[in-house]
């Protein structure tokens, strides 16, 4: 069974940084692995995504510069740094295990299993 639980959120202030932790399990390997993040009342929007076989990675423009995506192993990190009140939200790891293509690393539908999420919370 394919589980996914992150860890490492919380409140800070602006400017601040944070480290997210996705822990995979039931898989030792994947196509790709990204976050995602809701805030109140939006869609779930693509933050960052990485391809397993080569650690390429790929961000939205909104978090370019600020995150950082990594992996290590069935673990996956999101380093966030100058964080902004609008970065506040439920972030969301996810895993892809079928298609290379890179157009799905950037939408739900290109991953099949999804964590509970972890509150993140910027305070200006």
């Known amino acids: 069974q394919v589980q996914l639980v992150e860890s490492g959120g919380g409140l800070v202030q602006a400017g601040d940084s944070l480290r997210l932790s996705c822990a995979l399990s039931?898989?030792?390997?994947?196509?790709?692995m990204g976050w995602f993040r809701q805030a109140p009342g939006m869609n779930r929007e693509f933050v960052a995504a990485?391809?397993?076989?080569?650690?390429k990675t790929y961000y939205a423009d909104t978090v370019k510069g600020r995150f950082t995506i990594s992996r290590a192993n069935t673990n996956v990190y999101l380093q966030m740094e100058s964080l902004r009140p609008e970065d506040t939200s439920v972030y969301y790891c996810a895993v892809g295990l079928r298609s290379d293509s890179r157009a799905y690393y950037y939408v739900e539908a290109g991953y099949d299993y999804w964590g509970q999420g972890t509150q993140v919370t910027v305070s200006s």
């Open positions: 039931g898989r030792r390997s994947a196509v790709t």
């Open positions: 990485i391809r397993w076989s080569d650690g």
